[in-house]
């Protein structure tokens, strides 16, 4: 099994839900599927949805929810 790295595209705060009373995205162990999305990457008060890239029948987190993130730092692995 190969796994794959679901990077930042942007520095800031990461977030796995779209608002605090939702349900997240992906929890881990969940499908993804190459544009599904992950999470959003918040800068300056706007928000940028990250996506999969990737098809895989797992996801593992690697940051929590608002967690500070650097651009090019991985959020998740994919298990393709």
């Not at 977030?15 to 997240?24: K, M």
């Not at 940051?63 to 298990?79: H, S």
């Amino acid at each position: 099994m190969s796994k794959a790295e679901i990077k930042s595209p942007l520095p800031g705060m990461f977030y796995r839900r779209p608002s605090p009373d939702s349900a997240p995205f992906k929890n881990d162990g969940d499908s993804v599927s190459a544009d599904d999305v992950i999470g959003l990457v918040e800068v300056m008060k706007s928000f940028h949805e990250v996506t999969a890239g990737i098809d895989g029948k797992a996801i593992r987190f690697l940051v929590d929810d608002a967690d500070a993130i650097m651009a090019g730092q991985a959020l998740a692995e994919v298990e393709a």
